[in-house]
T-cell receptor, first 112, second 115 residues
Framework: NAGVTQTPKFQVLKTGQSMTLQCAQD?????MYWYRQDPGMGLRLIYY???????DKGEVPNGYNVSRLNKREFSLRLESAAPSQTSVYFC???????????FGDGTRLSIL | AQSVTQLDSQVPVFEEAPVELRCNYS??????LFWYVQYPNQGLQLLLK??????LVKGINGFEAEFNKSQTSFHLRKPSVHISDTAEYFC?????????????FGKGTKLSVIP
C-alpha cells in the first residue's frame, strides 16, 4: 500500500530552469495538496485541489502552477525556478470533510 | 481566518520523563484539530485528531491531547518519553466550514529526548 508517492525525492536546479514535481495517491482520495516546508516556518499551502477538475490557490502560490491530471495525480510546476523556492515540498491527499491528510515523503529541491 | 501557535520551538526532555507540547489556535468557527509527527527526512504522520465528542483524545505511540475550547488550546502530552520520540511535532487546525479543505499548521516543536 504505497499511499502518497512523490517523485523525484531530490533535485538540484539552476536559476531559471523549469521543473515539474509529481504526486500520485492510490487511496481514491478526492482532495490533494501541495505544501512547502522551510526551517522554522512549518508547512505552508501552495495550491490544493478539492476534487478532480478543480484547483485553488493557497497561502504561497506565486511562482507555481498545478495540474490535477486525474483523481490520482496532482503535479506542481515551477516555470522559472528561483533560489527562494529552495525548500522541501510535500504532497498530501485526503478523502474529504473531517478526514486527516496523508502525506508523501517529500521532494528536496535546491535551486542554485 | 484560522491560525495556530506552537509556543515552544524546541523542547528538551530526559528519557522516561513526561512532556507537554503546547498548541493554541484561533478561529471564528468550530474546528477540527490534529497533531502530526515528522521524523528526520520523512513526511508527516498523523498522531491524533479531535473532531468532536470527548475532549481527551488518545493517539498512537502513547500520546494524548486535550481539547479546551474556552482556552482555544490542544496540548499534546506523553507521560513517559522514549528516545524514539525525538522528532518534530506539528499542530494543525481545519475550519468546519468551506468543506474543511484547508489545514493551517503551526511552526512546529522539536522534541529532543536526552538519554
Amino acid at each position: 500500500n504505497a499511499g502518497v508517492t512523490q517523485t523525484p525525492k531530490f533535485q538540484v536546479l539552476k536559476t531559471g530552469q523549469s521543473m515539474t514535481l509529481q504526486c500520485a495517491q492510490d487511496m481514491n482520495h478526492n482532495s490533494m495538496y501541495w505544501y512547502r516546508q522551510d526551517p522554522g516556518m512549518g508547512l505552508r499551502l501552495i495550491y490544493y485541489s478539492a476534487s478532480e477538475g478543480t484547483t485553488d490557490k493557497g497561502e504561497v502560490p506565486n511562482g507555481y502552477n498545478v495540474s490535477r491530471l486525474n483523481k490520482r495525480e496532482f503535479s506542481l510546476r515551477l516555470e522559472s525556478a528561483a533560489p527562494s523556492q529552495t525548500s522541501v515540498y510535500f504532497c498530501a491527499s485526503k478523502e474529504g470533510g473531517s478526514q486527516p491528510q496523508h502525506f508523501g515523503d517529500g521532494t528536496r529541491l535546491s535551486i542554485l | 481566518a484560522q491560525s495556530v501557535t506552537q509556543l515552544d520551538s524546541q523542547v528538551p526532555v530526559f528519557e522516561e520523563a513526561p512532556v507537554e507540547l503546547r498548541c493554541n489556535y484561533s478561529s471564528s468557527v468550530s474546528v477540527y484539530l490534529f497533531w502530526y509527527v515528522q521524523y528526520p527526512n520523512q513526511g508527516l504522520q498523523l498522531l491524533l485528531k479531535y473532531l468532536s465528542g470527548s475532549t481527551l483524545v488518545k493517539g498512537i505511540n502513547g500520546f494524548e491531547a486535550e481539547f479546551n475550547k474556552s482556552q482555544t488550546s490542544f496540548h499534546l502530552r506523553k507521560p513517559s518519553v522514549h528516545i524514539s520520540d525525538t522528532a518534530e511535532y506539528f499542530c494543525a487546525v481545519s475550519d468546519l466550514g468551506a468543506g474543511s479543505y484547508q489545514l493551517t499548521f503551526g511552526k512546529g516543536t522539536k522534541l529532543s529526548v536526552i538519554p
